[in-house]
């Protein structure tokens, strides 16, 4: 049984590109959020997508989108990249509200 | 914004001893999971307690909830230099919120 599958792993870009990642869910999960860690502090939430919808989002611009395919599996996307996000990327995926969610080894991204 | 904060910040221990962490939250929760994070790699879910469960056992890791206290602890005895890692408490964001919210995290080294 797979668990959540993240890639690229490593990425390197210039400020004012644009980059999409992307997530494949644990095997019969539906819900898929994003999450975005900054060097010695905590994941902080992005967005999650349920049913190909955004259904909650957190504190970040509008520079980070996201999708969800029929399939569960979910792109991030992030424009005009400052130097700002450089971070570790990570996918989560669960089933129901209220339970566990699984991470991915997440994507390292540097903004240079 | 933080709803769980970890404590201590780092914790150095000897190889089979026992290593206890706290974490504090601020609003009203269903649970709470603890998560390992090895080298700024991707989180490994550990443990979840349920609001209405004191204490949970797996394995080595004995985790605690004290919800008149907003509190949890997560003890892992006798220690391994495998456990070095750091440790987060998570929780979702109040009711009916899909926003899984981190500590900054406790960051453990066990030495052998």
């Known amino acids: 049984d797979a668990g959540v599958t993240q890639s690229p792993t490593h990425l390197i870009k210039t400020r004012g590109q644009q980059v999409t990642l992307r997530c494949s869910p644990k095997?019969?999960?539906?819900?898929v959020s994003w999450y975005q860690q900054a060097l010695g502090q905590g994941p902080q939430f992005i967005f999650q997508?349920?049913?190909?919808?955004?259904?909650q989002r957190g504190n970040f611009p509008d520079r980070f989108s996201g999708h969800q395919f029929p399939n569960y599996s979910s792109e991030l996307n992030v424009n005009a990249l400052l130097l700002g996000d450089s971070a570790l990327y990570l996918c989560?995926?669960?089933?129901?509200?209220?339970?566990?969610?699984?991470f991915g080894q997440g994507t390292r991204l540097t903004v240079v | 914004s933080q709803q769980g904060e970890e404590d201590p910040q780092a914790l150095s221990i000897q190889e089979g001893e026992n290593a206890t962490m706290n974490c504090s939250y601020k609003?009203?929760?269903?649970?709470l999971q603890w998560y390992r994070q090895n080298s700024g790699r991707g989180l490994v879910h550990l443990i979840l307690?349920?609001?209405?469960?004191r204490e949970k056992h797996s394995g080595r890791l004995r985790v605690t909830l004290d919800t008149s206290k907003k509190s949890s602890s997560l003890l892992i005895t006798a220690s391994r230099a495998a456990d070095t890692a750091s440790y987060f408490c998570?929780?979702?964001?109040?009711?009916?919120?899909?926003?899984?919210?981190f500590g900054k995290g406790t960051k453990l080294s066990v030495i052998p």
């Open positions: 998570a929780s979702y964001s109040g009711a009916g919120s899909y926003q899984l919210t």
């Open positions: 997508y349920y049913e190909e919808e955004e259904r």
């Open positions: 609003t009203s929760i269903n649970n």
């Open positions: 307690i349920r609001s209405n469960e």
């Open positions: 095997s019969g999960h539906d819900t």
């Open positions: 989560a995926s669960s089933l129901k509200l209220n339970t566990e969610a699984f």
